[in-house]
């Protein structure tokens, strides 16, 4: 397996642009899980989906901010409109379960890292 | 989830065992505790996990206190690869979230 894939790697882009990050899920797994990184906040849960639902989304920081499970493999976290705060590393990890057992497990992806200007 | 104390860096020389050390007072019952490191750049990685008994898997051991209230991984043979900042959670099994914290920045030496 490939592992959860992130994409783009990098974007750079200018204030007020729409943004959106694109994640493809581990085959198999129900749970998806957007995570945000900076050097101030660390690492930061946005949302998470099980079996394509949203089940918390108290992290998302704000109306700019967007996130699909168009269906049971891929997700996107959009940003409209971008804001140089928003410049971080953007992480999507799945799993499989809806996190109840003790054995649950996230695996990562390689991370989005977004630049606003 | 119960918080966790880590010490913020630590030091490690090539080969020789790294003992990262997490405080847990707080841990209730049914609280596992995790451990996942991140290499830079890079996704955070999970490492092991346990709840009561001592855990070993190919990359490292997980060694729990009687009481719970701490925790030490140890990496028995580090390389330079094992450079990373290393993760304490303590997490209820049904929890959505992880909260990673500040971690330990492990900087093996060669």
């Known amino acids: 397996d490939a592992g959860v894939i992130q994409s783009p790697r990098h974007e750079v882009t200018e204030m007020g642009q729409e943004v959106t990050l694109r994640c493809k899920l581990i085959s198999g797994h129900n749970s998806l899980f957007w995570y945000r990184q900076t050097m101030m906040r660390g690492l930061e849960l946005l949302i998470y989906?099980?079996?394509?639902?949203?089940?918390?989304d108290s992290g998302m920081p704000e109306d700019r901010f967007s996130a699909k499970m168009p269906n049971a493999s891929f997700s996107t976290l959009k940003i409209q409109p971008s804001e140089p705060r928003d410049s971080a590393v953007y992480f999507c990890?799945?799993?499989?379960?809806?996190?109840?057992?003790?054995?649950?497990?996230?695996?990562f992806g390689a991370g989005s890292r977004l630049t606003v200007l | 989830d119960a918080k966790t104390t880590q010490p913020p860096s630590m030091d490690c020389a090539e080969g020789r065992a790294a003992n990262l050390p997490c405080n847990h007072s707080t841990i209730s019952g049914n609280e596992y505790v995790y451990w996942y490191r991140q290499i830079h750049s890079q996704g955070p990685q999970y490492i092991i996990h346990?709840?009561?008994n001592n855990e070993t898997n190919e990359m490292a051991s997980l060694i729990i206190t009687e009481d719970r209230k701490s925790s030490t991984l140890i990496l028995p043979h580090a390389t330079l690869r094992d450079t990373a900042v290393y993760y304490c959670i303590v997490r209820v099994p049904g929890a959505n979230n992880l909260f990673f914290g500040t971690g330990t920045r492990l900087t093996v030496i060669p």
């Open positions: 346990g709840l009561k």
């Open positions: 990890a799945s799993s499989l379960g809806q996190a109840r057992s003790g054995a649950n497990v996230l695996t």
């Open positions: 989906f099980n079996n394509n639902v949203p089940i918390d």
